[in-house]
């Protein structure tokens, strides 16, 4: 069959299974054939329609204008959707915020070269925080009849598998008649029961319009995974019971893999007379005012949470990584003499030395030991643990205001009081709370900042990318409102550092509607490395400019955007978010914020860290507690 009449029939089956509400409805309904002609670009689009992946996002070029093609045909037809942007890093943030906050799968898209690493820069994300996102790359063709324009230079093969690989699972449809493999392998990446990974299709220019005679769509894979049912032995579980029994200081660090355990965790904490630490991105998992949260925990943590870690003598660990400074580098539990360990994976569930591990489902497995403790002698209400941290958040409790009744410092850079960014976000977060507006935070020290403040009482009011920690998230991340299928508003906090590493948003975001509003908090300097570099060596170096920059002309170019100054005060910033929040599109709140020396301008920091000067004494210190 000839290409042209390939394409006609591209039409027809787009249009037929629209009739027809999807590709196996319209198979059984006996108006598609199961077995036809097509190209192996259209077997993907029908294969992750099959998935349920409807929408693309990212920056078409001449190594995917096959697929694209494709893609076109079956928009056309209502059936999928291509939002094109202008930078594929953010095309990977809004495909990570989408699902992150909806559940909504989607795909990023690129050509070969430079693009495609773009977005393998910006599969980090995703990756570090366990979100499945596809990643459909155009890759140089199979025949070798030369260098292709924009490959990895050399002679050998598959550079950009190899490449990819490094990052994830990874699979090239060199023959297109492994597609079938290829889309079971994503599948089981981007939807895993457990955690969720990036999948890296790469797309050979040459293979993408390859004619597939004849093929069954029956090949194409259910958008079905496996529930996986692991749970530990009964008696590991009863090991677990009697060193809770017999531990006088439990703390329970909360991880991303436990931020759905709802009222399983309150009934454990009490339970187990523990106390709660959260990592940033586990906010809310418990509410932010219970008396047995102790907020978060870690080289960036809070006065309580670094307490409870420091003192306790039990370590319940639920679906946490322990990334470095979530755990102070291996020394955030000095006093631990045994930690029990839930988790899917093997190597983190062995993660530290002296470990009860439980591996499994981080709910089930809870709600076996909840049964088992409450067959045991029930813990006192108020033991002498817990009332030593009601005291120790007390006192968090009053550092933290004592920074919020200042709400501005002198700053001599701006040469005029400005507002402070506990201040602002306390302020900005707390407004955002009142009117159930979903939260992002950008890398840096508003992310540090962030995440001590905001006082989030659920799971989904608060998203801090602090796996990869990767500047220019928060901003992006708006896309996705969108892109939801129940489109909704968002708050982007972000740093006049973070937001230039990808100010496209202020085009994308009006050019697809979204709606939100990206704060912009400016304080001339990338201000968390230049604390940390004066904490360690007593200057900043390389980490601020002296270019002013007008951020609302800047965003107000933008037609469509909406600008706001917020002002030097909490009342003028709450005022200037209110106004922001009547526009229909997307919007700009500028603000000076305070850097310098005053303890108040900031939230300060808890503890340890592996890196620079601290590094002796950290390393040092880890191998003596032995954990």
């Not at 329609?49 to 204008?65: A, C, F, M, P």
Request: charged fraction near 20%; include cysteine.
């Amino acid at each position: 069959m000839s290409y042209s009449e390939i394409v006609k029939q591209r039409e027809r089956r787009a249009s037929t299974i629209k009739e027809c509400g999807g590709l196996e409805e319209a198979l059984f309904s006996g108006r598609l054939e199961g077995y036809t002609d097509l190209t192996l670009s259209e077997a993907i689009v029908l294969g992750l329609l099959k998935q349920d992946v409807r929408e693309y996002i990212g920056i078409l070029g001449h190594g995917s204008t096959e697929v694209a093609e494709v893609i076109r045909v079956y928009q056309d037809a209502g059936l999928v959707r291509m939002t094109a942007v202008r930078h594929e890093t953010e095309a990977v943030h809004a495909a990570t915020a989408l699902r992150w906050v909806t559940g909504k799968k989607s795909a990023v898209i690129t050509s070969i070269g430079p693009g495609a690493l773009h977005a393998l820069a910006g599969s980090l994300a995703p990756l570090s925080d366990g979100i499945g996102v596809w990643f459909l790359l155009a890759d140089e063709t199979t025949e070798d009849e030369g260098p292709n324009m924009q490959q990895i230079p050399g002679h050998d093969q598959n550079r950009f598998h190899r490449l990819f690989s490094a990052m994830g699972e990874t699979y090239s449809l060199y023959t297109p008649g492994s597609i079938s493999t290829a889309l079971s392998r994503g599948l089981t990446a981007t939807d895993h029961p457990f955690r969720q990974s990036p999948f890296f299709l790469l797309m050979p220019m040459n293979t993408q319009p390859a004619i597939m005679p004849g093929f069954n769509l029956a090949e194409l894979p259910e958008s079905v995974v496996p529930e996986i049912k692991t749970s530990p032995s009964r008696h590991d579980l009863a090991a677990a019971v009697d060193a809770i029994e017999k531990a006088e200081k439990v703390v329970v660090k909360i991880g991303g893999g436990a931020v759905m355990l709802g009222d399983e965790l309150i009934s454990f904490l009490e339970l187990a007379d523990g106390v709660a630490v959260s990592s940033p991105i586990a906010a809310g998992v418990v509410p932010f005012s219970h008396q047995r949260n102790m907020t978060v925990g870690g080289s960036k943590g809070t006065l309580s949470g670094n307490f409870a870690m420091e003192e306790a003598d039990l370590l319940v660990a639920l679906g946490t990584r322990f990334v470095c400074q979530s755990d102070c580098s291996r020394t955030g539990y000095p006093r631990v003499e045994m930690v029990i360990n839930i988790n899917t994976d093997l190597n983190t569930v062995l993660h530290y030395r002296k470990t009860i591990p439980l591996p499994g489902d981080v709910k089930s497995v809870l709600k076996e030991l909840n049964r088992l403790l409450e067959a045991g002698k029930p813990a006192e209400e108020e033991s002498h643990w817990l009332k030593t941290c009601i005291e120790k958040r007390k006192e968090w409790d009053a550092f933290r205001e004592a920074r919020y009744q200042q709400e501005t410092l002198y700053d001599p850079m701006w040469k005029s009081d400005v507002l402070t960014q506990p201040a602002a976000i306390k302020a900005a977060s707390d407004w955002a709370l009142r009117n159930e507006i979903p939260m992002f935070f950008d890398a840096g020290d508003v992310q540090a900042n962030g995440f001590q403040i905001v006082e989030a009482d659920k799971p989904g009011q608060v998203y801090t990318e602090t796996g990869a920690s990767y500047m220019g998230f928060a901003a992006s991340a708006l896309l996705s409102t969108a892109l939801a299928d129940k489109p909704f508003y968002g708050l982007a906090f972000s740093g006049d550092g973070s937001f230039m590493m990808n100010p496209q948003i202020l085009i994308d975001g009006v050019e697809h509607g979204a709606r939100g509003c990206i704060l912009l908090m400016d304080n001339r300097r990338m201000g968390a490395i230049s604390g940390l570099q004066k904490d360690q060596y007593g200057k900043p170096f390389a980490t601020w400019d002296g270019v002013e920059v007008d951020y609302l002309a800047l965003a107000g170019a933008v037609k469509g955007m909406a600008v706001f100054d917020g002002g030097l005060s909490v009342a003028s910033l709450t005022k200037a978010l209110e106004a922001a929040k009547k526009h229909e599109g997307l919007s700009l709140v500028y603000l000076k914020t305070y850097y310098g020396d005053d303890p108040l301008g900031g939230m300060g920091v808890f503890g340890r860290w592996n890196v620079g000067n601290w590094t002796e004494k950290t390393q040092t210190l880890r191998h003596r507690i032995g954990l």
